[in-house]
């Protein structure tokens, strides 16, 4: 059971919107630590997406958008692509944890 | 460009140990903070552990306490992750991670190595 919860899937067609969800509570990101986002390709690394919950690394497409809000945060993707079929991951902060960094369970999205 | 490279993963019995190394490159290693994150197989991400850009703060997430000694060596830009008493339950792939934000807290992960795999079994 993670500390931060995502929908285990999501789909959409081709240039469709999608959002997932990543939902925390009051000693993580309802305490204000930040969402950061990550995506990861099958069988390769984890990639940065999103950091600090709403800003993209250089080289990261602006289709890719963060928000957070309460207890919560968002990770919305436009203009679906075939190349976004992946998993992703939100990761925050959790102060009930000695130095404990926290990781969403992942969400797989699937480009129909 | 910015780089990370793991190494050491491998095949061990429970109760055996591992030693993982992860080499950098393209950045100035001794100004970041380091750390440790774990996939099992068909699972989600887990941080495993972190240190400070002078080694003088760890921290590790419970299952690894007493068992995990992250480590790290500024001068051969290299992270190390010793790992004792192993378990089938580690079994997983190792990536190691640059850390960045500008606190200890609110700290994300860029870039990661490509990860290596280690299996816990008799």
């Known amino acids: 059971q993670s500390v931060l919860t995502q929908p285990p899937s999501v789909s959409g067609a081709p240039g469709q919107r999608i959002t997932i969800s990543c939902t925390g509570s009051?000693?993580?990101?309802?305490?204000?630590?930040?969402v950061h986002w990550y995506q990861q390709l099958p069988g390769t690394a984890p990639k940065l997406l999103i950091y600090?919950?709403?800003n993209r690394p250089s080289g990261v497409p602006d289709r890719l958008s963060g928000s957070k809000s309460g207890t919560s945060a968002s990770l919305a993707i436009t203009g679906l692509q075939a190349e976004d079929d992946a998993d992703y991951y939100c990761?925050?902060?959790?102060?009930?944890?000695?130095?404990?960094?926290?990781f969403g369970g992942g969400t797989k999205l699937t480009v129909l | 460009e910015v780089q990370l490279v793991e190494s050491g993963g491998g095949l061990v019995r429970p109760g055996g140990s591992l030693r993982l190394s992860c080499a950098a490159s393209?950045?100035?290693?001794?100004?970041?903070?380091m750390s440790w994150v774990r996939q099992a197989p068909g699972k989600g991400l887990e941080w495993v552990a972190k240190?400070?850009?002078?080694?003088?703060?760890?921290y590790y997430v419970d299952s690894v306490k007493g068992r995990f000694t992250i480590s790290r060596d500024n001068a051969k830009k290299s992270l190390y992750l010793q790992m004792n008493s192993l378990r089938a339950e580690d079994t997983a792939v190792y990536y190691c991670?640059?850390?960045?934000?500008?606190?200890?807290?609110?700290?994300?992960?860029?870039?990661w190595g490509q990860g290596t795999l280690v299996t816990v079994s008799s």
């Open positions: 991670a640059r850390v960045k934000g500008s606190d200890a807290l609110d700290n994300w992960f860029d870039p």
């Open positions: 393209g950045f100035t290693f001794s100004s970041y903070w």
């Open positions: 240190i400070k850009r002078d080694g003088s703060e760890i």
């Open positions: 009051s000693s993580n990101i309802g305490a204000g630590y930040d």
């Open positions: 600090a919950n709403n």
């Open positions: 990761q925050s902060y959790d102060n009930s944890l000695s130095g404990s960094v926290v």
